[in-house]
């Protein structure tokens, strides 16, 4: 029964002593290999014992484990493995002290993970603080680089801001309910008298600013391009997956919890942010250069397609949300570990102009570079097709014509930007062509050959990932 009990958290805790070990050792001999290798036997290791657990719903306090988390935890771990790998070719041309990536990047992990099994505001900002501490340290890990450091500093800054504004919303709705978990009190408060109490919607509406800010939704996304621009190329990746991906997780618990669903405000606003960040998002990603500020207002873009799936508060959103993320992870991981395998100690490829005629010396690059980027636009034959399909329907079934009309225009907006990269990948190549020299890693060729064959497997054969995730719905609606 004891042992059963420890089952479950059993990843957490993985996670956690892994990260010491590895801080330890760094403490005795510093060994780059060592540090990665042991990160991702971790990782492994956590994954493999999300399949010795119970798949029943259990509650551990302030945790809630079961499919969801298993999910979400799952795709954490997958996410970081790719990250360790892509770190370890990273850091390898530059000077810094690379063994400490892996514990913090452990840590950012561990947080994503209490994340997605938060029943409770005390868990869910646990949690946050934990991931988001980790990234200050990231995202500002190249401290010989002025790009590098103001991006930490601004997130910083912003990530400070934002959790006040979660920290005054829970204060607000523990004085007018006096619960502090997702469900219980607050949605019977909701049912019987919200509509009398300001603070309670002060509450909400706090609640709403510090996870805007989380998710970087219009209008909270200013510090999206510059930070996405500034940290180290596979931070990057883990910013724009991991860390949206654990404050969805949130989302959707929130949301069918009945916590958020049943405020007309809310879901109101909601709407607007989600229009406003499809618009804004490929707006502005069409006014950039730089493919890592692209990819940062198509992100954007992104979340607001994934809202409109949220939206649409049925069981398939759970379905449609859930296989959008992981297709999403799948290409942005793809998108932003080419960066950094091209990265050489001069920097990063970063503009459309880094890429150009890259076709002509290294096809395999664009090629993935390409399916990537297809996903992301949702072209027919790749698993982002089939994620935008799903949130298509969701919608549709809960009559958003609103929302799909702007979600279709918006996706043709973002083919224009999308294919301007790939353009520029089979034009002419310029003979003062730097990138296109560096070598690619045997390691980093394979993980991007498999990301892209996953992309496409899951864009012909959705069927086996949508009974992997069938049975996500019941877990999100807390009893």
Do not use: C
């Amino acid at each position: 029964m004891q042992s059963a009990y420890l089952n479950a958290p059993l990843p957490y805790i993985i996670l956690a002593a892994v990260s010491l070990m590895i801080i330890i050792a760094i403490s005795i001999k510093r060994n780059h290999a060592f540090a990665m290798g042991l990160s991702v036997i971790g990782m492994i290791a956590a994954f493999i014992t999300l399949f010795t657990n119970d798949t029943a719903e259990s509650t551990y306090g302030l945790l809630v484990f079961g499919p969801a988390a298993q999910f979400f935890t799952g795709l954490f771990l997958s996410s970081g493995i790719v990250i360790a790998f892509l770190g370890y070719d990273y850091l390898y041309n530059h000077d810094e002290h690379r063994e400490e990536f892996y514990p913090v990047l452990l840590l950012a992990i561990l947080g994503a993970s209490v994340l997605s099994s938060s029943i409770n505001f005390v868990s869910f900002f646990l949690g946050l603080e934990l991931m988001t501490v980790s990234l200050y340290v990231m995202i500002a890990y190249l401290r010989d680089s002025s790009f590098s450091l103001e991006a930490g500093v601004k997130y910083l800054i912003l990530a400070a801001a934002s959790s006040a504004f979660l920290l005054m919303g829970m204060a607000f709705l523990y004085f007018e309910t006096g619960s502090l978990e997702f469900t219980g009190p607050i949605v019977e408060y909701a049912q019987q008298g919200w509509q009398t109490s300001m603070l309670f919607l002060a509450g909400l509406a706090f609640m709403l600013v510090g996870i805007g800010f989380k998710l970087a939704v219009v209008p909270f996304h200013m510090w999206t391009a510059d930070v996405y621009e500034g940290a180290p190329a596979p931070v990057t990746a883990f910013v724009a997956t991991v860390s949206k991906g654990a404050v969805v997780a949130v989302l959707l618990r929130l949301f069918f919890s009945g916590a958020v669903s049943q405020f007309g405000s809310v879901v109101l606003v909601l709407s607007i942010i989600a229009g406003a960040s499809m618009f804004a998002g490929n707006i502005l990603a069409l006014m950039q250069k730089n493919v890592k500020r692209i990819l940062a207002y198509s992100s954007i873009a992104h979340l607001g397609y994934i809202l409109v799936a949220l939206l649409a508060y049925r069981e398939s959103a759970v379905s449609a949300i859930s296989y959008y993320l992981v297709v999403y992870f799948i290409t942005t991981l793809g998108a932003f570990g080419l960066v950094s395998l091209l990265s050489n100690r001069k920097g990063e490829p970063t503009d459309i102009d880094s890429f150009r005629g890259i076709f002509w010396r290294q096809p395999l690059i664009a090629i993935v570079f390409t399916a990537m980027l297809m996903s992301l636009a949702g072209i027919p034959l790749t698993g982002g097709f089939i994620g935008k399909f799903m949130v298509v329907v969701a919608g549709v079934e809960s009559s958003l014509w609103a929302l799909i009309i702007i979600l279709i225009v918006n996706s043709a907006i973002g083919i224009y930007y999308y294919l301007r990269i790939v353009a520029a990948m089979f034009s002419d190549a310029p003979k003062e062509l730097d990138y296109s020299r560096v070598k690619v890693p045997f390691s980093g060729q394979m993980l991007m050959t498999i990301l892209t064959v996953l992309l496409i497997y899951f864009g012909i054969f959705p069927d086996n990932l949508l009974s992997l995730i069938d049975g996500l719905v019941d877990s999100f609606i807390l009893k």
